[in-house]
């Protein structure tokens, strides 16, 4: 198993900024990629940024680029995302997600945090 410890999540107003962590931990698996998702009540569960443990280009939502930054340690297994320039559209509950591959399986599995909410106010 891994376990996902997010921090960083809380109240900010329009146009402050914020920064989200995420520690991945897990014997016998290597954490490829992390990455944040977030979703409102009653809303499905959407894209913020993910990024790969290579190196590559991260990815992110159209509605975030620019404003925020992911990276990651790969060291500590650790995911930040920073968000700055925060609207009140962007309150919702953040999740970190990892892809991890079971060392000498060949399978990978998803594994999520327990979510940490962001409230913009404006």
């Known amino acids: 198993q891994v376990q996902l410890v997010e921090s960083g999540g809380g109240l900010v107003q329009a146009g402050g900024s914020l920064r989200l962590s995420c520690a991945a931990s897990g014997t016998g698996f290597r954490i490829n990629t992390m990455g944040w998702y977030r979703q409102a009540p009653g809303k499905q569960r959407e894209l913020g940024a993910v990024?790969?443990?290579?190196?590559?280009?991260?990815i992110y939502a159209v509605s975030v680029k620019g404003r925020f930054t992911i990276a990651r340690d790969n060291a500590e297994n650790t995911v930040y995302l920073q968000m700055n320039t925060l609207r009140p559209e962007d309150t919702y509950v953040y999740y970190c997600k990892a892809v991890a591959e079971r060392l000498g399986s060949g399978l990978s599995y998803q594994y999520w945090g327990q979510g940490t909410q962001v409230t913009v106010s404006s």
């Open positions: 990024i790969s443990s290579g190196g590559g280009t991260p």
